[in-house]
C-alpha cells in the first residue's frame, strides 16, 4: 500500500514563492507517475502537474512557467516549486499516485497580502 504525505503549505504573498513536498512510503518513488492536484473553495479538484516514472513533465495550462514538479528518489519524495504565486493558487494541494486511488490529506496553500 503506498502511503503519501503532503507538507510545506502555508501563507504566501502575490508573487512569492513555496515548495510543497510529498514524502511516497510502500514504494520506490522513481517507479511511479506522481501528480499534484489541487482544490480551491467551492471549485472540483484540478490537475496541476505530473512527473512519471520517466521523468517526464506535464502542467497545467495555469502553472506552466512558474510551477516545477520534481522529485528526489534518495528521499522518495516529490517536489512543487511554486513560484510567482497568485491568489487564485490558493487551494488545497494533494499528490497522487498516477492512475490509483492513493492520495495524501492535502496540503493548505493559501496566496494573500
Known amino acids: 500500500q503506498v502511503h503519501l504525505v503532503e507538507s510545506g503549505g502555508g501563507l504566501a504573498q502575490p508573487g512569492g514563492s513555496l515548495r510543497l513536498s510529498c514524502v511516497v512510503s510502500?514504494?520506490?518513488?522513481?517507479?511511479?507517475?506522481m501528480n499534484w492536484h489541487r482544490q480551491a473553495p467551492g471549485k472540483q479538484r484540478e490537475f496541476v502537474a505530473r512527473?512519471?516514472?520517466?521523468?517526464?513533465?506535464v502542467y497545467a495550462d495555469s502553472v506552466k512557467g512558474r510551477f516545477t514538479i520534481s522529485r528526489d528518489n534518495a528521499k522518495d519524495t516529490v517536489y512543487l516549486q511554486m513560484n510567482s504565486l497568485k491568489p487564485e493558487d490558493t487551494a488545497v494541494y494533494f499528490c497522487n499516485q498516477d492512475k490509483t486511488k492513493n492520495w495524501g490529506r492535502g496540503t493548505q496553500v493559501t496566496v494573500s497580502s
Open positions: 512527473i512519471t516514472s520517466g521523468g517526464s513533465t
Open positions: 510502500g514504494s520506490i518513488v522513481s517507479f511511479l507517475d
